[in-house]
């Protein structure tokens, strides 16, 4: 399994919005579990967002509650993250992960800068 993941631009200013796109090389069925995660500079790899089926997400970081969503389309084998109210401290590499018969696969890291 290959994530692919898109940045959407991967600038913006505060209060500003990305979206970033997840897309897999092959099915993500509702029993992948997936994630996003993010680490920024000089910090440890934290935990963002998860999401086990579809329209489910569990938002880990506290921060980022009622700022981001994570979704999924299951007919394009894609999950999101969408990033509203976007905050100098959101700054940070970006990754998407999965779980996909018991083996996590990682996408590449991408760095999203937000201004203030």
């Known amino acids: 399994q290959v994530l692919l993941v898109d940045p959407g631009g991967g600038l913006a200013q505060a209060g500003g919005s990305l979206r970033l796109s997840c897309e897999a090389s092959g099915t993500i069925a509702s029993t992948n579990v997936m994630h996003w995660s993010r680490q920024a500079a000089g910090k440890q790899r934290d935990l963002v967002a998860s999401s086990g089926s579809g329209d489910t997400a569990h938002y880990i970081d506290a921060a980022v509650k009622g700022r981001f969503t994570m979704s999924r389309d299951s007919t394009k084998n894609t999950v999101y993250l969408q990033m509203n109210n976007l905050k100098v401290a959101d700054t940070a590499v970006y990754y998407c992960?999965?779980?996909?018969?018991?083996?996590?696969?990682w996408g590449q890291g991408t760095q999203v800068a937000v201004s203030s």
């Open positions: 992960s999965g779980c996909f018969r018991d083996q996590i696969y």
